[in-house]
């Protein structure tokens, strides 16, 4: 292209690899436009032809979006999206991806099987140093990249959804991955304006796995009738969160948040402080799912929020909105120490992950610091637990104070 305006021209380092992308559903459109957006050429692969025109529509809508926001020249906006979208492809057989791809991501549905059979095929086609992330939310990196003969370039690109407005990427580090994956998937998504922090290949990686009392200790509290749903998600806004537990849990989907609450359960080995409700399993089997049925634990009509919660039983107990903030947030420090102590993170890296990735207005670490240091959270952990048991401290948390 000549004679375009400046920034309507994608960066044109020769050196950029050319990103492949499998699975052409929400997550994958999503990755695909930042990749396109930092000026790569983008492959994408779906076994589903029109899903492959409808991820097309949403990049384009997505850039010009973006476009809107960064340039200030309104007659830029055509031509910048033009630049970007020209240079996605799309394919329905994926060893074609596998043979052009420098680097592919694969954002199918949420399955073992299906994700091994992929690698497998990527695996057999692809040049040697082309790297193979997965953008699995609670599968075995390893196991994925146990299909492969070469599982020392399998590594975990965990984005957020929507993926380009969520700026943070767990990279995922299965037990064959080499540093020097690592270290290039982190690079390539810092060029596309992500953070990107280390997990361990451990169940939730990060966020889904720390950030699991937000939601298991609200519905604990609802269980006891300590606290009605209104003053419970009051008292969360009001120390800095955009949603409470229970709006959260009704934007996500209940039976959404269910699911992966069981996936990390299970695979922790099923402990009494994690375990997920029977008040999320009964709105469920009434078909009370959040946001997306009109009704959760909040009721909606046209998508916006109206009257008091479903079914508020008999008069809840009236907790204090800071007695309610401690056991639901302290138990989320506990939680940081735990997967501190297993190896999962770094302390910085867990404190960056909980902001960006679920919006805490401070990380659980900075958290602890702020109320003393750790011997002063176990402490009132102790206390809480003379009520419920479940909240009794960590060794982790202990250990560190
Ligand atoms: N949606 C989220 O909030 C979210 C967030 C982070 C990670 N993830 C993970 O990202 C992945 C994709 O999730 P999604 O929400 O984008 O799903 P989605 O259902 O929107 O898209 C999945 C796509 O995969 C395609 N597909 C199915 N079988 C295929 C095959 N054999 N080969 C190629 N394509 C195939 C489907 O046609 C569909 O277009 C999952 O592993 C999910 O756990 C999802």
New binding site residues.
Partial sequence: MTDQPADATPDPRLDLPIVGI?????????IAQLALEAGHEVVM????GP?LGR?RDRIADGLTRRATKVLDDPAGIDPWVAARIERLRSTEI?EQLGDEADAVI??????LE??R??FRTLDSVADPDTILA??????SVGAIADATSHPDRVVGL????P?PVMTLVEVVAGRRTSEAVVMRASELVRNWGRTPVHSADAPGFIVNRINRPFTIRALRLLEANAASIEAIDAAIRDAGFLLGPFELMDL?GID?TFAASTGIWDSLRRPDRLRPSALQQARIEAGDLGRKTGAGFHRYEAGRRVEQPVDAAEEPRGLAADAIRDRILLPIVDEAYRALAEGVAAEADIDVALRLGAAHPIGPFERARELGGASAVAARLRELAADDPSLFPSDALVAAG
């Fill in positions: 499998v699975g052409a559903g929400i997550m994958g459109s999503g692969h779906d076994v589903d899903a991820a994926l694969e954002a199918v549905l949420e399955s299906l994700k059979t992929i997965t953008n699995t939310s609670a599968l965990h984005f957020f959804n993926a996500t959404v």
